[in-house]
């Protein structure tokens, strides 16, 4: 798919792999609206891309857990560029540890990680359908299909992340739609290092672990490989060949 003049939203787009999506997008001649509950880090991003691709970018600040926020992101990319073509479930949080998250806690990571991918969806994909294209990226994790050691919140909604994308990937694939599931093990951004700062022991082995499994990429990288990736015929998109092997020995049939 081409994405010149296509119409992007990207959640999470004040963040390192968002925010490296954002431009690598406009790059490409998309128009984004970069969303972000830190609503500075998005404007921040919006102007840098708009800096380089001048009316390409605008900014929004929300929490994506709320339904209503996804609505306003559409409302307003519409409003300022067209249809959305594109859409970047990428705001992810870490969730904290072990078994003392509380159900709230369960709660928040299910409504950022996994719900506000389905809501996107819901509002998305119908007319996506009626117009033959769309494309839908969600941004899982490596931990997605290899439980991470540490983080069970974070293991557990990645894996229902994959496992949503899939199946909108399956049902959707034959009628126009695009899904593809961005499954990266290291990225150098803020969120790889949240494990090893919180000192507890899970944490610094969740960061331990992706930081053993192998080289650390940067968020250039990874949206450069997701924009290449966009034609390909795999729904995963794997920045790390190991995790493909890792995968395999799993006894995944890919
Ligand atoms: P990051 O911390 O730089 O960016 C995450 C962004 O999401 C932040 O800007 C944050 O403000 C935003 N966000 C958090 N909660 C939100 C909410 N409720 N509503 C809207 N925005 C919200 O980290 P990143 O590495 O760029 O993370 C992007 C995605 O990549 C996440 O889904 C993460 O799980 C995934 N991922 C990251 C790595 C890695 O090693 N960095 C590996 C695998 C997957």
């Known amino acids: ?15 390192g792999i968002g925010g490296a999506l954002a431009r690598k997008l406009a790059a490409e001649g998309a128009r984004v609206v970069v969303a972000d509950l830190d609503a500075d880090a998005a404007a921040a991003v919006a102007d840098a ?13 929300g929490d994506v857990s709320d339904a209503g926020v996804i609505e306003g992101l559409i409302a307003q990319a519409e409003e300022a560029f067209g249809p959305v073509d594109l859409y970047f479930a990428n705001a992810g949080i ?5 078994l003392d998250v509380d159900e709230d806690g369960w709660d928040v990571a299910f409504d950022i990680n996994v719900r506000a991918h389905i809501r996107a969806a819901r509002l998305l994909v119908p007319g996506w359908v009626e117009r033959g294209e769309g494309y839908f990226v969600s941004t899982a994790s ?4 290899l439980t991470q050691v540490g983080s069970a919140v974070y293991s557990v909604t990645k894996h229902a992340a994959v496992g949503f994308a899939e199946w909108l ?8 739609v695009r899904v593809s599931c961005l499954c990266p093990m290291g990225v150098n951004t803020k969120l790889l290092y949240e494990g090893k700062e919180t000192g507890d022991p899970l944490g610094v082995a969740a960061t331990g672990a992706v930081l053993a499994a ?13 924009l290449a990736a966009m034609d390909a015929e795999h729904f995963l998109i794997l920045p790390h060949p190991k995790v493909l092997d890792m995968y395999r020995q799993k006894g995944a049939d890919y």
């Open 214 to 226: 192998g080289e650390v990429i940067e968020p250039d990288q990874c949206a450069e490989i997701v």
């Open 1 to 15: 798919m081409k994405v010149a003049q296509k119409v992007a939203i990207v959640t999470g787009g004040g963040g």
């Open 49 to 61: 891309v708009n800096a380089g691709h001048p009316g390409s970018a605008v900014s929004a600040g």
């Open 142 to 145: 490596a931990a997605g299909l």
């Open 94 to 98: 870490t969730g904290g540890l072990g």
């Open 169 to 176: 990937s399956m049902t959707y694939g034959d009628k126009g």
